[in-house]
């Protein structure tokens, strides 16, 4: 249903939060996860789109102020379109929307990101790499993956585990988010062929700059104090399983680490460094330069952008263009190779062996490891998918 609105509409937006980003601010609803970068004169007509005036009302407020008409009502119409307006003559356009996460979670995030336990997590990273350098034979390997003998059995551990990890890496955003009253969720995605889980969290632009690093940085905090605590499980357990188990999750875990700095892959560093140069759109920005640049594809946003946002993307779209080399070299190089020949000895054992031979059900575990591997590389795709029609019907728009 098409909503219109005229200078006599009373329209409220005072649900919008609005925090200043460098030389413009960011405005939007974050229970929706809807956002917007505008001047200062924006601002004061959302703070005038109070619910109580109508158009003509704020419309009059503001040439007074700036001496010159203000186009309020074409403004209210693109807030409108962005579905960034709560009521228009009283009545609430979206009642179903979730506006708080819940309760346990604040109470969750409260607890586990406090300043005590900031204090802990960092303390803990300093802790680690002591023990690194003063205990050599706590270097995570490659070998410590295979925790079994059997080669499928190591591999569906190795999922499971992972999986695990994951989920409290991601759970870690979702309760620092809620601490902050925003809402997020988790879900699967790609970054170029890689699959990856992700917690969206863009609510986060409706708080203070300094308030967003925390959830930003809240899973690698959480995957530090798990290195640590099996780090010492190696140094005092007497049991071998314990032992092997926690070089597992080691290695698992500092290698998801070190894949955090990975920027390029939109990691959680490279929201860290997209708040603290005040871009929203670092990623999105670097790619329409490389198409300005190197395909010679018009980009009229560009010359839209603020001069800031141009420099950044410049430097963001040369590392893009690294990386995409590198990744894909380190994909038809190192993972597509060994992938493939696995599943070429997989499926001859497979054949050559009886129902009841340990190698036989050793190859379908993997098999089985590698469909369910696929499908949740496909439900990623899918989300990526997604976003890139929702992309281009905004810019046909």
Request: hydrophobic share 50%.
């Amino acid at each position: 249903m098409t909503i219109e609105i005229n200078l006599n509409t009373v329209v409220d937006c005072s649900h919008l939060s609005i925090q200043p980003d460098g030389d413009e601010y960011t405005i939007g609803d974050p229970h929706t996860g809807e956002f917007l970068r505008v001047p200062e004169v924006a601002v004061d007509v959302i703070k005038l789109l109070d619910g109580h005036s109508t158009i003509t009302e704020a419309t009059d407020i503001l040439k007074k102020k700036y001496d010159d008409d203000i186009d309020v009502l074409d403004f209210a119409s693109t807030l409108l379109e962005y579905k960034l307006v709560l009521s228009i003559d009283g009545e609430v356009l979206n009642p179903q929307v979730k506006r708080e996460p819940s309760r346990v979670l604040v109470q969750l995030g409260r607890f586990f990101y406090s300043s005590p336990a900031l204090i802990l997590y960092s303390i803990s990273f300093f802790i680690i790499i002591f023990l690194l350098f003063t205990q050599p034979k706590l270097t995570p390997h490659y070998k410590d993956i295979f925790v079994f003998q059997a080669i499928g059995l190591s591999t569906l551990n190795l999922m499971v585990v992972s999986y695990l990890l994951i989920a409290i890496h991601e759970f870690g955003h979702v309760l620092a988010a809620a601490k902050e009253q925003v809402i997020s969720r988790v879900r699967l995605n790609l970054r170029m062929v890689f699959l990856v889980a992700e917690t969206d969290m863009t609510g986060l632009w409706s708080r203070p700059k300094s308030k967003r690093y925390v959830p930003y940085l809240a899973g690698m905090a959480w995957d530090v104090v798990i290195i640590l605590a099996c780090l010492l499980m190696q140094l005092y357990s007497s049991n071998q399983l314990v032992i092997d188990y926690a070089k597992l999750i080691v290695y698992i875990c500092i290698v998801k680490f070190i894949w955090q700095f990975i920027i390029y892959l939109r990691t959680d560093m490279y929201y860290v460094v997209s708040n603290w140069k005040n871009t929203s759109a670092l990623h999105e920005n670097g790619i329409m330069y490389l198409r300005k640049k190197f395909l010679k594809k018009e980009t009229p946003l560009w010359n839209d952008l603020p001069k800031y946002e141009q420099k950044n993307a410049v430097w963001f779209g040369y590392l893009y263009l690294v990386g995409a080399f590198v990744a894909a070299g380190q994909f038809l190089l190192f993972r597509l190779p060994p992938s493939i020949y696995g599943i070429t000895i997989v499926i001859k054992n497979v054949v050559a062996n009886d129902f009841y031979s340990y190698y036989f059900w050793d190859s379908i575990i993997v098999l089985g490891v590698t469909l369910i591997q696929l499908v949740t590389w496909l439900l990623g795709f899918r989300t990526l998918w997604r976003e890139r029609k929702e992309r281009r019907a905004v810019a046909q728009a």
